[in-house]
T-cell receptor, first 114, second 111 residues
Framework: DGGITQSPKYLFRKEGQNVTLSCEQN?????MYWYRQDPGQGLRLIYY???????QKGDIAEGYSVSREKKESFPLTVTSAQKNPTAFYLC?????????????FGEGSRLTVL | GEDVEQSLFLSVREGDSSVINCTYT??????LYWYKQEPGAGLQLLTY?????DMKQDQRLTVLLNKKDKHLSLRIADTQTGDSAIYFC???????????FGSGTRLQVQP
């Protein structure tokens, strides 16, 4: 079945460590996105990518990094510079970067900093 | 800048209609969306409406758009306990190239 796979589903990190969240899609979508969700705050855009080897910062990019070496993959690294990394992270993809298609989401990764 | 506002909570009885409201500020929004999120899961696209439409109906779901007031609503007819979830509205503009989401409305359906 086509879809978006995020891993791991749960991740625990000690302060000062970098962690990488995986996002893979087999929908042949051009655009991919990372959002962060905190309770009562909705989703906030971290990074997005419209094509391979290109990506743009979203609203809260500080302390995060991404790469887009392959169309189907868009990993997110949460660095030690991110001051409050505990959150639910959602990856999404779309056929085009705007238009009626909307975004298709993965099941999310919950990161907890101990 | 862009801003999308929703009320945080709505409680209804099973079988009643639910109406979830959303306001947005970007008058250049081209598409507006409704997503559903169940606990611990990702977001599921329910429906969307193009900005030149006033209404869209899809089975139990009715979307109303008042572009003048920048107001969007989602009506769920015959609400069931399985409809209990968080509902997000989101807007898309050509320049933004990503969706801007509201904070979500938690719908609780009482049996």
């Amino acid at each position: 079945d086509g879809g978006i796979t995020q891993s791991p589903k749960y991740l625990f990190r000690k302060e000062g460590q970098n962690v990488t969240l995986s996002c893979e899609q087999n929908l042949n979508h051009d655009a991919m996105y990372w959002y962060r969700q905190d309770p009562g705050q909705g989703l906030r855009l971290i990074y997005y990518s419209q094509i391979v080897n290109d990506f743009q910062k979203g609203d809260i990019a500080e302390g995060y990094s991404v790469s887009r070496e392959k169309k189907e993959s868009f990993p997110l690294t949460v660095t030690s510079a991110q001051k409050n990394p505990t959150a639910f992270y959602l990856c999404a993809s779309s056929i085009v970067t705007s238009g009626s298609g909307g975004l298709f989401f993965g099941e999310g990764s919950r990161l907890t900093v101990l | 800048g862009e801003d999308v506002e929703q009320s945080l909570f709505l409680s209804v009885r099973e079988g009643d209609s639910s109406v979830i409201n959303c306001t947005y500020t970007d008058s250049s929004s081209t598409y507006l969306y409704w997503y559903k999120q169940e606990p611990g899961a990702g977001l599921q696209l329910l429906t969307y409406i193009f900005s030149n439409m006033d209404m869209k109906q899809d089975q139990r779901l009715t979307v109303l758009l008042n572009k003048k007031d920048k107001h969007l609503s989602l009506r769920i007819a015959d609400t069931q306990t399985g409809d209990s979830a968080i509902y997000f509205c989101a807007e898309s503009t050509g320049g933004r190239r990503a969706l801007t989401f509201g904070s979500g409305t938690r719908l609780q359906v009482q049996p």
